[in-house]
């Protein structure tokens, strides 16, 4: 018996036996950690179903014995916390931090080393780390690989980039985890700097969806001091294993303790929505650093970029093939005529921003060295402080604040990161001497020192030594071909965008997917917002360049929802001032959309309309429906709670969709949007007939043609039904007594 007990001890030691659960607070999600024969193992569960199979925890050592297994349960500690921050800026005014945390502490006999696994539990997901107290076995150690693994309970759908260790600008794929491997080559695109590692491997946030109707996103939180984690899939078994970025030497890793890993990130939901709406990645953040961020504004601007990206215009002064910046003499060589950042055509683009109540404007090209900037892997590239002859850093500094106009800087550093931190605290305070407060820096092409990978830990290590030099100067940064966001907004709230993904740029290059901006909210944005530089109005671009036939995947509209959609604080308006002057009022939207938010509501606005529509039964009055990109839902609710007296403000669908509204007793609104010239709409009103229309001026939006771009008035009720009764093949007076009729009626008011 003795003996017997002996056993259960040493097993119970072990924790073999041993077993922690730990619940979200809203008690949806469970957490369960054990060691199995030494090995650290957790799932994760939401409403009773399988997020996380049996996963492994660990980490692979260059040297010595790895941290993977031979662990003893040393203790565990749960504890609750709950707390409301605000936030500098962002899409909600204040972020409640509620969670459930188990602290587990593992010791390895055989090493006499520990290592802590802390798990926190949200209402909206599940987020872990690694943790490595200071300790005379474990002072200074290499990662070969961090073995995490997520096992899947399916083949899911996902929603996948493939994984590289310097590039994320490659279009979406949406295919089943075990179609991976066989669209891998198809999905890997030609980029300026490219290191794919896996016929499996994939990036984060990674957006799953279960057949069953479960959400998941795995993603990572807190990228300190550490390499960038892209995850690697066992298709025969649909286990995801964590992948670190290497250096050099291959080496994933360099510690020493007291360190921790990033947190590995699990939002999971039956509503897409909460996805979308989950403020956990920043939660797993540390709170702001800075004691002063008055001068962290959002932050509205337009720029000197797409008509170069176009190749409308250069970024360079000269056509020479090479220079030496600490050679050549630029006042004695011949312009070529298409240098954009002149000093008169940058004034232009001021006059526009002042005339239109934008805060800033970038300059790309403004400084010396542009004529061999890339992909010639050179170290002294920019001296970033030394402008082209015909820029006037003075004159533009006067000029800009003359008509109360920000200027925003470009540091792009071709990848040659040695040289820019070698010139960075010269360039920052060229800055702060000359009142620029803001900073796009770019990492085209590869690294140097070569050999480096943009998401390594030396890389990781230099974006946030930008960013905290920068705070220095107060000066907020917009990081371009830098790693994809975790959440550090929160910790260092000058961090006011980031590109990180395939952007507006690729629309000039042969096009983005049409679904591309549809799905970055659930991935990229997961971790923080884009610098996407939306707002192309003409989509042609052989307008600009005759020789770049490319076209924009895109409609005015869906430009204009890219604001909305593809949040952040620092929001472009990318096109062309010209193009802009054609669409006034289109271009309204993009001057009045709000850049710093309150709050976001997606349920609550579902609730508010089955509320109002019951109002509208007690009452008998009609109910007038506006809406955006959203007829779906409109559709869902009134199936529910059906009304049949109202309109359809401005309605904005096809035929069939015409036609649903009508069978549920609705008007449609026929506005301006009629007379545009790519208006769908007159499809759709012969289909439908003058007895289901209603006629609206939607003042001051949609100025109806003949007078686009001036301001919308009641007045141009007339041009609205002058088109319609085109459309119609009848007279004016006849779909004005129509529609008029059609409207008494709505009211209770007609014959």
Same mark, same amino acid.
């Given at each position: 018996?003795?003996?017997?007990?002996?056993?259960?001890?040493?097993?119970?030691?072990?924790?073999?036996?041993?077993?922690?659960?730990?619940?979200?607070?809203?008690?949806?999600?469970?957490?369960?950690?054990?060691?199995?024969?030494?090995?650290?193992?957790?799932?994760?569960?939401?409403?009773?179903?399988?997020?996380?199979?049996?996963?492994?925890?660990?980490?692979?050592?260059?040297?010595?014995?790895?941290?993977?297994?031979?662990?003893?349960?040393?203790?565990?500690?749960?504890?609750?916390?709950?707390?409301?921050?605000?936030?500098?800026?962002?899409?909600?005014?204040?972020?409640?931090?509620?969670?459930?945390?188990?602290?587990?502490?593992?010791?390895?006999?055989?090493?006499?080393?520990?290592?802590?696994?802390?798990?926190?539990?949200?209402?909206?997901?599940?987020?872990?780390?690694?943790?490595?107290?200071?300790?005379?076995?474990?002072?200074?150690?290499?990662?070969?690989?961090?073995?995490?693994?997520?096992?899947?309970?399916?083949?899911?759908?996902?929603?996948?980039?493939?994984?590289?260790?310097?590039?994320?600008?490659?279009?979406?794929?949406?295919?089943?985890?075990?179609?991976?491997?066989?669209?891998? *080559?198809?999905?890997?695109?030609?980029?300026?700097?490219?290191?794919?590692?896996?016929?499996?491997?994939?990036?984060?946030?990674?957006?799953?969806?279960?057949?069953?109707?479960?959400?998941?996103?795995?993603?990572?939180?807190?990228?300190?001091?550490?390499?960038?984690?892209?995850?690697?899939?066992?298709?025969?078994?649909?286990?995801?294993?964590?992948?670190?970025?290497?250096?050099?030497?291959?080496?994933?890793?360099?510690?020493?303790?007291?360190?921790?890993?990033?947190?590995?990130?699990?939002?999971?939901?039956?509503?897409?929505?909460?996805?979308?709406?989950?403020?956990?990645?920043?939660?797993?953040? %540390?709170?702001?650093?800075?004691?002063?961020?008055?001068?962290?504004?959002?932050?509205?601007?337009?720029?000197?970029?797409? %008509?170069?990206?176009?190749?409308?215009?250069?970024?360079?002064?000269?056509?020479?093939?090479?220079?030496?910046?600490?050679?050549?003499?630029?006042?004695?060589?011949?312009?070529?005529?298409?240098?954009?950042?002149?000093?008169?055509?940058?004034?232009?683009?001021?006059?526009?921003?002042?005339?239109?109540?934008?805060?800033?404007?970038?300059?790309?090209?403004?400084?010396?060295?542009?004529?061999?900037?890339?992909?010639?892997?050179?170290?002294?590239?920019?001296?970033?402080?030394?402008?082209?002859?015909?820029?006037?850093?003075?004159?533009?500094?006067?000029?800009?604040?003359?008509?109360?106009?920000?200027?925003?800087?470009?540091?792009?550093?071709?990848?040659?990161?040695?040289?820019?931190?070698?010139?960075? %605290?010269?360039?920052?305070?060229?800055?702060?001497d000359h009142g620029y407060d803001a900073v796009k820096s770019g990492y085209v092409g590869d690294i140097i020192p070569r050999g480096e990978h943009h998401y390594g830990q030396w890389m990781v290590n230099h974006y946030l030594y930008a960013?905290?030099?920068?705070?220095?100067?107060?000066?907020?940064?917009?990081?371009?071909?830098?790693?994809?966001?975790?959440?550090?907004?929160?910790?260092?709230?000058?961090?006011?965008?980031?590109?990180?993904?395939?952007?507006?740029?690729?629309?000039?290059?042969?096009?983005?997917?049409?679904?591309?901006?549809?799905?970055?909210?659930?991935?990229?944005?997961?971790?923080?917002?884009?610098?996407?530089?939306?707002?192309?109005?003409?989509?042609?671009?052989?307008?600009? *360049?005759?020789?770049?036939?490319?076209?924009?995947?895109?409609?005015?509209?869906?430009?204009?929802?890219?604001?909305?959609?593809?949040?952040?604080?620092?929001?472009?308006?990318?096109?062309?001032?010209?193009?802009?002057?054609?669409?006034?009022?289109?271009?309204?939207?993009?001057?009045?959309?709000?850049?710093?938010?309150?709050?976001?509501?997606?349920?609550?606005?579902?609730?508010?309309?089955?509320?109002?529509?019951?109002?509208?039964?007690?009452?008998?009055?009609?109910?007038?429906?506006?809406?955006?990109?959203?007829?779906?839902?409109?559709?869902?609710?009134?199936?529910?709670?059906?009304?049949?007296?109202?309109?359809?403000?401005?309605?904005?669908?096809?035929?069939?969709?015409?036609?649903?509204?009508?069978?549920?007793?609705?008007?449609?609104?026929?506005?301006?949007?009629?007379?545009?010239?790519?208006?769908?709409?007159?499809?759709?009103?012969?289909?439908?007939?003058?007895?289901?229309?209603?006629?609206?001026?939607?003042?001051?939006?949609?100025?109806?043609?003949?007078?686009?771009?001036?301001?919308? %008035?009641?007045?141009?009720?007339?041009?609205?039904?002058?088109?319609?009764?085109?459309?119609?093949?009848?007279?004016?007076?006849?779909?004005?007594?129509?529609?008029?009729?059609?409207?008494?009626?709505?009211?209770?008011?007609?014959?």
């Amino acid at each position: 018996m003795k003996r017997l007990i002996f056993i259960l001890m040493a097993l119970l030691s072990y924790g073999i036996l041993r077993a922690e659960t730990l619940k979200s607070p809203d008690g949806n999600i469970v957490l369960d950690f054990e060691l199995d024969n030494g090995v650290p193992v957790y799932k994760v569960d939401y409403k009773g179903r399988p997020v996380i199979k049996e996963s492994k925890l660990g980490l692979d050592l260059k040297s010595g014995k790895n941290l993977t297994d031979g662990f003893r349960l040393a203790g565990s500690e749960t504890s609750t916390f709950d707390e409301t921050w605000k936030p500098v800026w962002g899409e909600v005014k204040e972020i409640r931090n509620h969670y459930n945390e188990l602290e587990v502490t593992l010791e390895q006999p055989s090493t006499d080393r520990r290592m802590i696994i802390r798990f926190r539990v949200f209402d909206d997901g599940v987020g872990f780390r690694y943790e490595f107290p200071d300790q005379p076995n474990l002072d200074y150690f290499v990662i070969k690989e961090e073995k995490t693994q997520f096992a899947m309970a399916g083949d899911h759908t996902a929603f996948w980039l493939p994984g590289d260790y310097d590039t994320q600008e490659y279009s979406t794929v949406t295919s089943k985890l075990s179609e991976i491997r066989g669209l891998m *080559n198809e999905a890997i695109t030609p980029n300026s700097s490219q290191t794919p590692f896996s016929p499996t491997g994939v990036q984060t946030a990674l957006m799953m969806k279960t057949d069953d109707g479960l959400y998941i996103n795995l993603h990572e939180a807190a990228l300190v001091d550490y390499s960038c984690m892209s995850l690697d899939l066992d298709d025969k078994n649909m286990i995801f294993e964590s992948h670190l970025t290497p250096d050099a030497l291959g080496d994933k890793g360099y510690m020493q303790t007291p360190a921790k890993s990033p947190w590995r990130t699990i939002i999971v939901s039956d509503d897409a929505r909460d996805i979308l709406a989950s403020k956990m990645t920043l939660n797993l953040n %540390e709170p702001c650093v800075y004691e002063d961020t008055s001068w962290i504004k959002p932050t509205k601007y337009i720029g000197v970029w797409w %008509e170069m990206i176009t190749g409308k215009s250069t970024w360079a002064y000269t056509d020479l093939p090479h220079v030496k910046l600490d050679l050549v003499d630029y006042s004695r060589l011949t312009p070529n005529g298409r240098h954009a950042a002149n000093t008169e055509h940058v004034k232009e683009y001021i006059d526009f921003a002042a005339e239109h109540g934008f805060d800033a404007v970038l300059v790309e090209g403004w400084n010396i060295g542009w004529e061999d900037w890339i992909g010639k892997s050179k170290d002294y590239v920019f001296d970033f402080i030394t402008p082209y002859p015909d820029f006037d850093v003075e004159e533009i500094e006067r000029y800009a604040k003359s008509k109360g106009v920000k200027m925003i800087m470009h540091h792009e550093t071709s990848g040659s990161v040695r040289n820019y931190e070698r010139h960075m %605290e010269k360039a920052y305070q060229f800055m702060n001497d000359h009142g620029y407060d803001a900073v796009k820096s770019g990492y085209v092409g590869d690294i140097i020192p070569r050999g480096e990978h943009h998401y390594g830990q030396w890389m990781v290590n230099h974006y946030l030594y930008a960013l905290t030099e920068a705070a220095k100067h107060k000066i907020m940064v917009n990081a371009h071909e830098a790693v994809r966001p975790t959440g550090l907004s929160r910790t260092y709230p000058n961090l006011i965008g980031n590109e990180s993904a395939r952007g507006t740029e690729y629309e000039s290059f042969g096009g983005n997917n049409p679904d591309h901006t549809t799905i970055l909210p659930f991935t990229r944005l997961i971790g923080g917002p884009m610098d996407y530089t939306p707002g192309i109005f003409e989509t042609d671009i052989s307008k600009l *360049n005759p020789d770049n036939h490319s076209y924009v995947r895109s409609t005015l509209a869906r430009q204009l929802a890219l604001y909305v959609t593809m949040y952040s604080p620092l929001q472009m308006a990318a096109d062309l001032p010209e193009n802009y002057n054609r669409f006034l009022d289109a271009f309204q939207f993009i001057k009045d959309v709000a850049l710093d938010w309150d709050k976001s509501y997606y349920r609550e606005q579902i609730k508010a309309f089955e509320h109002q529509l019951g109002i509208a039964k007690e009452t008998g009055l009609p109910v007038i429906i506006h809406s955006r990109d959203s007829l779906e839902v409109i559709f869902e609710v009134l199936k529910k709670h059906p009304y049949t007296r109202g309109i359809l403000h401005c309605f904005p669908g096809n035929a069939a969709e015409a036609r649903q509204a009508i069978d549920m007793g609705y008007l449609l609104g026929i506005g301006g949007v009629v007379t545009f010239k790519k208006s769908q709409m007159a499809d759709t009103l012969r289909e439908i007939g003058p007895a289901n229309i209603v006629l609206e001026t939607d003042s001051p939006y949609l100025t109806p043609v003949p007078n686009r771009g001036k301001r919308n %008035e009641s007045a141009r009720l007339k041009d609205t039904l002058i088109k319609v009764a085109e459309i119609y093949r009848e007279s004016p007076e006849v779909v004005a007594e129509a529609t008029s009729e059609n409207a008494l009626k709505v009211f209770g008011m007609g014959k």
